[in-house]
């Protein structure tokens, strides 16, 4: 079974520039997450789709991020314009809606560095 | 979300068990006690999660106290490989989605 793919798997960019980050989730998972990771941290959710509908976005800095999941299917997640404070590590996770579907799978996540 | 309480770091040393401890006094009666843990340049992976009884599996045991307000995750024989952050994380019941709430986790630090 392939795992969450996640592109690119390193960005580096300057303060006000923007960026955008791919994942493709494992095939039949209805749930999809994205988190930011600050070196130290644990990750932290900052939106979830259930499909293609928004289930929580309540962290989700939507001055400067947005992210969509047009097809229930891959999802984007994009930063315009990027601070310093977004240098992190984005992690996107799938997990089974059915019956069982208790474990989040995640993504080799992708390196954001902001000069 | 209910909160936990880890210690920030533990050593072992290669195959012998080792206990992480999670402490978890807020939980409530639908949360759910999962762990996760993170090895070095990678997204976490899942390691185990229980209600209220001991559960077993390929990687580990959860032990759960009576009351719930604490549990203890078991790496019966430790390997350099289980060098990792290990997370507790309390998943409520219901329509969450599944939502999870990291916190700082454990560092455990396997010795050869």
């Known amino acids: 079974e392939a795992g969450v793919a996640q592109s690119p798997r390193y960005k580096i960019i300057e303060k006000r520039q923007s960026v955008a980050f791919w994942c493709n989730p494992i095939?039949?998972?209805?749930?999809l997450y994205w988190y930011q990771q600050i070196l130290g941290q644990g990750p932290k959710l900052l939106i979830q789709f259930q499909n293609n509908g928004v289930v929580d976005d309540s962290q989700l800095p939507k001055d400067r991020f947005s992210a969509e999941r047009l097809k229930g299917v891959d999802s984007t997640l994009k930063i315009q314009p990027a601070k310093l404070e977004d240098s992190a590590v984005y992690l996107c996770?799938?997990?089974?809606?059915?019956?069982?579907?208790?474990?989040?799978?995640f993504g080799p996540g992708t390196r954001l560095t902001v000069t | 979300d209910a909160k936990t309480t880890q210690p920030n770091s533990m050593e072992s040393n290669e195959e012998e068990p080792v206990h992480l401890p999670c402490n978890h006094s807020t939980i409530s009666g639908t949360d759910y006690i999962h762990w996760y843990r993170q090895l070095p340049s990678q997204g976490p992976e899942y390691v185990i999660h229980g209600l209220t009884s001991n559960v077993n599996n390929r990687m580990a045991s959860l032990a759960i106290a009576e009351d719930r307000k604490s549990s203890t995750l078991i790496l019966h024989r430790a390997t350099l490989r289980d060098a990792a952050v290990y997370y507790c994380?309390?998943?409520?019941?219901?329509?969450?989605?599944?939502?999870?709430?990291f916190g700082q986790g454990t560092i455990l630090t396997v010795h050869p």
């Open positions: 996770a799938s997990r089974f809606t059915g019956t069982g579907g208790y474990e989040q799978y």
């Open positions: 994380i309390l998943r409520a019941g219901g329509t969450s989605y599944g939502k999870l709430t």
């Open positions: 095939s039949g998972h209805a749930t």
